[in-house]
């Protein structure tokens, strides 16, 4: 077993040699540290197949180094296991978040430590249920005291661990982060995005420890399957209530920024709105007259607050801010070429609303999306609309492509069609995009409204074909003038077959239809010489051309 390289990480010297004699009778090949920077250092010099590591050192916690080993590339899969004198709830939870793969309780026997080290070389864990309270069955505990997508513990696993804390006159504070109102994700998106959403929503308060929060600091979610998160902070004794408010403000401010960062790096090209979340805060005052459940569930509801209250202020300054567009107009028009990708040559150009640069309504998606939302999609689309047709009239005598949400076309039979009256005033050449943020409700109405825009001279553009609501069954009931192929399908067409036999499907349908095909999103050579390839017959994209205004001063 000498090619077996062990690290023993203890600032005790009795606990280095006898766990270093066990381990060298045993046949393996130890290196030992006295400190956590020590023991970094050596890891990352050695790389060591199994790290022993004690819990209570100065200077650098075992729970500090841990955490550091795995946020660390090199050493993030080396197995872990904790030497600690407790084996309290508090410290094995601590144990599991920080990425324990083990634990071994001070004082040991030979062969516990031995049977620990020969199972983590082999490749074995110990389960979620080994960590939970002795008498609780695996199959109870973790159906009730884990949830079973991020694998955090519930509140009643850490009960008693905050009452150690409280008991011992620490101070104890509370961050809520709520992601209640992300349920939009699992209603657009499906149950299997929302997991997904929820279990790097959990390692990113992991990650966070250490860095943003301690590494003693406790992370839960308030029930299985359910949307609050909590962390719950050991504070320093004797702080002023004010002060202590104010360290948990600046922590959650920090926690704020750093999970908002993470989960927009995360799900930046899979959601279309932006990733906003609040972290509220609470103090848990402890009475011995109150039980400590009540006093616990008090704080919870406590930060949730806090964190509504946070959410309902950004809720009113965006309001303020959308209805100051819609008053004041501050809508920008950009227009991007439409090219025949068997010429090169510009046959038409589609308007580009956007809001206000450097303000949250900038792109179209967050813009429109909020107007859905707060059911404005009306007065909006009228607004863009009319700057659409009015920034590109006697400019170009190509066609033009606008933007018509869903809604729209769902409301023309009852409102009436003045919102359209700028496009008829160009006089032909309009192209009506249906964008399908929504899916279409009732499709003899739609039929209908369609039948109408196209008396009015009007063709019609179904756009983000093969994707999201954009399906084959609207194809088939809508028969659009084109049809536009979705980015999604044109990013690495040329190096992926099975986007290559939907965009063919795709061609092969609009010629059924008598449609003409627009590739949206063309970036590279490669895929563009793919979609001439395949047939497509028209595109647009960086690589053609980037969207501009085409007035002065717009």
Request: aromatic share 6%; charged share 25%.
């Amino acid at each position: 077993m000498q090619d077996r390289r062990i690290l023993v990480v203890d600032d005790e010297e009795d606990i280095l040699l006898i766990v270093q004699t066990l381990l060298h009778n045993a046949g393996y090949a130890v290196t030992t540290a006295r400190g956590g920077r020590e023991a970094l250092e050596l890891a990352e010099a050695l790389k060591p197949d199994l790290v022993l590591l004690d819990v209570g050192m100065p200077e650098l916690s075992g729970w500090q180094v841990c955490a550091t080993l795995r946020g660390r590339p090199e050493t993030a899969a080396t197995p872990v296991a904790m030497l600690t004198v407790k084996s309290e709830i508090r410290d094995l939870i601590t144990g599991m978040q920080v990425g324990a793969d083990d634990y071994v309780t001070k004082p040991f026997t030979k062969r516990r430590l031995l049977d620990t080290v020969e199972r983590l070389l082999e490749g074995g864990r110990r389960d979620r249920a080994d960590f939970l309270p002795k008498g609780m069955s695996e199959s109870r505990g973790i159906s009730l005291l884990f949830d079973p997508v991020t694998a955090l513990p519930t509140i009643p696993v850490l009960v008693d661990a905050l009452r150690e804390w409280l008991l011992v006159d620490q101070e104890v504070g509370v961050l809520s982060v709520d992601v209640d109102r992300f349920s939009y994700v699992e209603q657009f998106y499906g149950w299997e995005v929302f997991d997904e959403f929820l279990r790097e929503l959990a390692r990113a308060l992991r990650r966070a420890l250490g860095n943003v929060l301690s590494t003693e600091d406790l992370i839960a979610q308030s029930g299985p399957a359910a949307g609050e998160f909590y962390v719950f902070v050991s504070l320093p004794s004797g702080l002023g209530g004010a002060e202590a408010l104010e360290r948990l403000a600046a922590k959650a401010q920090n926690l704020e920024a750093a999970l908002h960062n993470d989960l927009t790096e995360r799900f930046r090209h899979r959601l279309h709105r932006e990733i906003s979340l609040h972290v509220g805060v609470a103090k848990i005052v402890y009475s011995p007259q109150v039980r400590l459940e009540r006093i616990v569930f008090a704080a919870l509801r406590e930060a949730s607050r806090t964190a509504a209250s946070r959410a309902g202020e950004e809720a009113a300054r965006l309001r303020e801010e959308f209805r100051d567009i819609l008053m004041r107009g501050r809508i920008g028009t950009v227009y991007q070429p439409i090219v025949n990708l068997a010429t090169g040559a510009v046959v038409a150009h589609e308007a580009l609303s956007r809001g206000p640069e450097d303000s949250v309504f900038e792109s179209p998606e967050a813009l429109f999306d909020y107007a859905l939302r707060t059911e404005q999609v009306w007065s909006l689309e009228k607004l863009c609309i009319g700057f659409a047709a009015e920034r590109f009239r006697g400019l170009t005598d190509s066609r033009l492509f606008v933007n018509v949400e869903t809604s729209i076309v769902h409301e023309l039979k009852a409102r009436g069609h003045d919102v359209l009256s700028p496009l008829v005033g160009l006089g032909g050449g309009v192209v009506l995009e249906i964008t399908e943020r929504a899916a279409i409700r009732d499709f003899a109405l739609f039929r209908e409204s369609v039948s109408v825009l196209r008396q009015l001279g009007f063709e019609v553009a179904l756009d983000d074909a093969g994707s999201g609501f954009a399906s084959l069954q609207a194809i088939a009931e809508l028969r659009p003038n084109f049809l536009k192929i979705s980015n999604t399908l044109v990013t690495g067409l040329a190096h992926d077959a099975i986007k290559r036999d939907v965009v063919e499907m795709l061609v092969r349908l609009a010629d059924r239809i008598d449609a003409r095909t627009v590739a949206e999103g063309i970036e590279t050579a490669e895929d563009l010489s793919e979609l001439r390839t395949i047939g497509v017959e028209l595109g647009q994209g960086y690589l053609l051309g980037r969207p501009v205004s085409l007035r002065a001063g717009d």
